[in-house]
């Protein structure tokens, strides 16, 4: 696609329920990253993925996170049993190769836990 | 934990002035990667500008330049001729340069208003 697309724009949704938060790089990109910003606070790393190696899980905050790409392009993130603190914009970004030439951003999803 | 630290969490700047961002890093390593981005209230960050850390000279572009002082770990974001469009959330973040990990760390961001 033209842009890294991400769905849903906002979701809202009741404290320990599941959500899945989808990812839809550009074209041929094959670095996908996950990044959550709280309220007033900056971009916080939660996952990397680069082609066909390990992803980088270093930045997911419990077991309840979770994310896969299938065949090298769309990412899901999913988090179980969700709490209020979850409740933050999910941005996913794209990049050609490495990301130090700097990555092309989603519009993120805008999610609330009530 | 290596930080990026932005001390101004706003800015204000009267339209076709000029206004610096602040922002401070820690880092361990010589060779790194910095950045600007720009978030507006659409979310999607935007790349603004892009410094390699060997090299010395400012990266510019357009309206858009920095002041790295490497010695001092500082990356400061100059705009001149504000205009209406600038305002927004700006972010400087700073990059690792082993192939491999490319994660960014962000500071937590600069609201930058733009006085008509």
């Known amino acids: 696609g033209a842009g890294v697309s991400q769905s849903p724009s906002n979701k809202v949704t009741e404290k320990g329920k599941d959500v899945e938060l989808r990812c839809d790089p550009i074209?041929?990109?094959?670095?996908l990253y996950w990044y959550r910003q709280s309220l007033g606070q900056g971009l916080e790393f939660l996952i990397y993925?680069?082609?066909?190696?390990?992803?980088?899980k270093s930045g997911l905050p419990s077991d309840r996170f979770s994310a896969e790409r299938t065949g090298g392009s769309v990412s899901t993130l999913t988090i179980q049993r969700t709490q209020q603190e979850d409740s933050a914009v999910y941005l996913c970004?794209?990049?050609?190769?490495?990301?130090?030439?700097?990555?092309?951003f989603g519009s993120g999803t805008r999610l609330t836990v009530v | 934990a290596q930080t990026v630290t932005q001390s101004q969490p706003e800015m204000s700047v009267q339209e076709a002035e000029t206004v610096t961002l602040s922002c401070t890093y820690d880092?361990?390593?010589?060779?790194?990667?910095l950045f600007w981005y720009k978030q507006p209230p659409s979310r999607q960050m935007i790349l603004v500008i892009r410094?390699?850390?060997?090299?010395?000279q400012n990266a510019t572009e357009n309206r858009f330049s920095v002041n790295f002082q490497k010695a001092a770990k500082s990356f400061s974001l100059k705009i001149s001729d504000s205009q209406l469009g600038d305002a927004a959330m700006y972010f400087c973040?700073?990059?690792?340069?082993?192939?491999?990990?490319?994660?960014?760390?962000f500071g937590t961001g600069t609201r930058l208003t733009i006085i008509p």
């Open positions: 973040a700073r990059g690792r340069s082993n192939f491999g990990n490319e994660k960014l760390t």
């Open positions: 074209s041929g990109h094959t670095a």
């Open positions: 880092t361990s390593e010589s060779d790194y990667y």
């Open positions: 970004a794209s990049s050609s190769k490495t990301g130090l030439y700097g990555y092309t």
């Open positions: 993925f680069q082609g066909n190696s390990a992803p980088d």
């Open positions: 410094q390699e850390a060997y090299k010395q």
